[in-house]
């Protein structure tokens, strides 16, 4: 599998952890989440996640009440970066990141192909003490809601 199979723009068509007997959990971003990652190529790539339910804040992005720019970063997630593809893995060399502690990092994912969709799974991480990989699948349409 080479990086060409994924170069150009998906659209998020769903997130769910998966616990550790293969049993889905729940909707990371919610049941309808927006989301668009886009592999250039350059070799660049960059990717932006919201959850589902935002609500618009109470004026500007300084203006705004702390709370609700507290809500707005905890419901999104924006990087981009280099990006490579080598057996069966994509790796993303994240510069930028809403998320700094993720600004020099690898974020590493397995890649397969299921039908019309790209489908990323994260490496197994702890989860309310549970071990768990997250599940994200693109599709090359927008995702209609």
Known sequence: MNA???IGTW???EAYAVGPRGERLHDVY???PTGVIHYGGDGRMMALITHEGRTQLDGDRQAAPESQRAEAYRSSI???????VESGWVRH???MSTYPNWVGTVL????SFEQDAAVLTTAPQMQDGIETVIKLVW?????EH
């Not at 590493?108 to 890649?111: H, I």
């Open 4 to 6: 060409d199979a994924l």
């Open 11 to 13: 659209f998020l068509r």
């Open 30 to 32: 919610g049941a309808r």
């Open 78 to 84: 924006a990087y981009a970066g280099r990006f490579d």
């Open 93 to 95: 060399a994240v510069d």
């Open 108 to 111: 590493r994912r397995a890649l």
């Open 139 to 143: 599709q090359r349409q927008p995702v």
